[in-house]
């Protein structure tokens, strides 16, 4: 039988914009060191807030900063929310956020998450002198037909994110078809749940015995599905530009 899944959420100080972030990281480790075949998630606002992802509100409307940080505008959907597709993900205005800005200015995404993910995977493993080690950029975001958000990855990096179950037998010996375990975003949504989203102050979470297995470079093309290929594309084909 597996090992349980354990998170330990990360309390720290406030992080500024232009803050060395492994050194915030390595620093708030101390109380919960990393261990081999750890994954760390770190929330992506902390991440842009370093690499200095920010626009300030008076320089631009909302609005058209999603624009422009979307790869595809899906248009207004109700309550005053924009939908966009921003980083492969479906998400309402771009992940852009105002809440946590200590100037009320507009955080935006990393440019690419995904090079931020492996920059921090290789930073942290030489200084905390580990071989395997696992990145996980989270947001939140919400799901059609149920109330709430719930935590995703951004990126991720140190491992693959699925876990191919096609031809493994369910409990009456039929081989399965098309099942495949999305590892990255279940642990990005437990991790985020332990995080918390307002005033907790935990930018990180440790996460022990993930299910998962390590490797250098994984590739996002394994994980992430384009638009012309996505099962739902008929939902909003109709909105992209």
Same mark, same amino acid.
Request: hydrophobic residues 40%; charged residues 20%.
């Given at each position: ?42 929330? &992506?606002?902390?991440? &842009? ?14 609005? &058209? ?20 597709? #921003? ?50 950029? #989270?947001? &939140? ?101």
């Amino acid at each position: 039988m597996s090992k349980s899944l354990v998170i330990s959420p990360i309390q720290t100080g406030v992080f500024h914009p232009g803050d060395d972030l492994v050194e915030f990281i390595a620093k708030h480790l101390d109380r919960s060191p990393l261990k081999e075949r750890s994954v760390l998630a770190i929330t &992506s606002k902390i991440v &842009s807030l370093a690499e200095g992802c920010v626009v300030p509100a008076a320089s631009i409307d909302k609005k &058209s900063l999603v624009e422009k940080q979307a790869d595809h505008y899906l248009g207004e959907i109700g309550y005053g929310v924009s939908l966009t597709i #921003t980083h492969g993900l479906l998400v309402a205005a771009a992940g852009i956020d105002e809440s946590n800005s200590e100037n009320g200015d507009y955080i935006v995404y990393p440019q690419d998450p995904y090079a931020s993910a492996e920059k921090l995977r290789v930073a942290l493993r030489h200084r905390l002198g580990l071989k395997e080690l696992g990145i996980i950029l #989270t947001d &939140s975001r919400t799901g059609p037909l149920r109330l709430g958000v719930v935590g995703v990855s951004l990126s991720y990096a140190g491992f693959h994110p699925l876990r191919n179950m096609i031809g493994q037998n369910d409990i009456f010996g039929r081989p399965l078809k098309t099942t495949k375990i999305n590892l990255t975003d279940s642990l990005a949504a437990a991790a985020v749940l332990m995080m918390g989203e307002a005033n907790e102050k935990c930018p990180l979470a440790v996460i022990e015995n993930a299910p998962v297995e390590f490797c250098e470079h994984p590739a996002r093309d394994e994980f992430e599905v384009a638009p012309a290929d996505d099962m739902y594309l008929p939902l909003y084909k109709h909105l992209m530009k």
